[in-house]
């Protein structure tokens, strides 16, 4: 399967703009370019237009790529909550196997597929399965979106540590949003992300809203085939 999954260091750390911009310049460049967000909670707290006009998760991942919201996302929950508790408050556990199944059949017929966790690596799906082993069955490279600000290091280093030690490829970490004008705390942690991660660090600009020509300009300037195609760089 040809594409990359994408993952947060937490929640609201940008994974969905992040997919949306990539999805834009993949479709506008001539690929065949399909999302799935497996998993969506939340939805009793969505408000149309979002904040900031900004749509829910599974509604912008649709509208790019002309999916049905449930297509993007088969598994929906209400409670903005962890999904093995939105699952067990709704009185259906998640099922590992019939997740991954219906997660692969999805994406079957694409040139590209984009993949969004929910949350972080270790956000539990079901006992003993977690969004990192969604990522390990489906044998895609990692993405991971990260905040800018303080705090960055600390998350990206240790999300690095998880994926790796599961046997993930990580091919870079996005800081976004990226400021116009990056103060010093934002270079140095670009930076010291890099060095100290041993990873490739792109950045993503914040975006006004989410009109197709800002996800597809955005998208257009991270180097989305070398992820799609290349190798990750090597780790001393």
């Known amino acids: ?30 690929e065949r370019a399909v999302a799935c967000k497996p998993v969506v909670t939340g939805l009793e707290e969505a408000q149309p237009g979002g904040e900031g006009g900004w749509p829910a998760d599974d509604e912008l991942l649709a509208e790019i790529t002309g999916a049905a919201r449930t297509e993007v ?23 590992p196997q019939a997740l991954l199944a219906r997660t692969r059949a999805s994406l079957d017929g694409a040139s590209a597929a984009i993949v969004e966790g929910v949350g972080g690596l270790l956000v539990p799906l079901a006992a003993g399965y977690a969004v990192r082993e969604l990522a390990v069955d489906l044998a895609l490279p990692l993405i991971v979106a ?36 990056p103060g010093a705390i934002e270079r140095s942690n670009r930076e010291t992300i890099e060095r100290l991660g041993d990873v490739a660090v792109a950045t993503l600009s914040e975006l006004a809203g989410p009109r197709a020509q800002e996800l597809e300009r955005a998208g257009a300037a991270l180097p989305w085939r070398e992820w799609l195609d290349g190798e990750a760089p090597p780790r001393a």
């Open 1 to 30: 399967m040809r594409g990359l999954f994408i993952t947060g260091t937490d929640t609201g750390a940008g994974k969905t703009v992040l997919s949306g911009c990539l999805l834009a310049a993949m479709a506008a460049a001539g």
């Open 73 to 95: 996302s088969p598994l929906r929950f209400g409670p903005a909550v962890s999904p093995h508790l939105a699952a067990e408050l709704a009185g259906t556990p998640i099922d």
């Open 146 to 181: 990260a905040r800018p600000g303080l705090g960055t290091i600390n998350h990206s280093l240790l999300t690095l540590e998880a994926a790796r030690a599961a046997g993930l490829e990580v091919r870079a970490v996005v800081l976004t949003p990226w400021p116009a004008q």
